[in-house]
Nanobody
Framework: QVQLVESGGGLVQAGGSLRLSCAAS????????MHWHRQAPGSQRELVAG???????NYADSVKDRFTISRDNAKKTVYLQMNSLKPEDTAVYYC?????????????WGQGTQVTVSS
């Protein structure tokens, strides 16, 4: 059984920073890409940032130059450093990872962590 557990969400004022973490555990042989997605009320879930196993990254235009994704392969953990936060960044943030669990590659999702940015 594979689990992804996010942490680090909370309430912050506009212009502030938060750091999200997502740790994978369970029967994991290998992890390929790791992503952060977010979903605001009434909106579709959107990709925020992604990182490959070798460290290549991509970002949504709305968060470029403010957010930084990173990962620690030994700890099976992905991070999202969020700076200069804006009220429009308010959403539930989810991590997703493509994981090989001894039988096949599958996408797994975390339960989500709430980020609220006040103006």
């Amino acid at each position: 059984q594979v689990q992804l557990v996010e942490s680090g969400g909370g309430l912050v004022q506009a212009g502030g920073s938060l750091r999200l973490s997502c740790a994978a555990s369970g029967s994991i042989v290998s992890i390929d890409y790791m992503h952060w997605h977010r979903q605001a009320p009434g909106s579709q879930r959107e990709l925020v940032a992604g990182i490959t196993r070798d460290g290549s990254t991509n970002y949504a235009d709305s968060v470029k130059d403010r957010f930084t994704i990173s990962r620690d392969n030994a700890k099976k953990t992905v991070y999202l450093q969020m700076n200069s936060l804006k009220p429009e960044d308010t959403a539930v943030y989810y991590c997703k990872a493509n994981i090989y669990d001894r039988t096949r590659w599958s996408d797994y999702w975390g339960q989500g962590t709430q980020v609220t940015v006040s103006s």
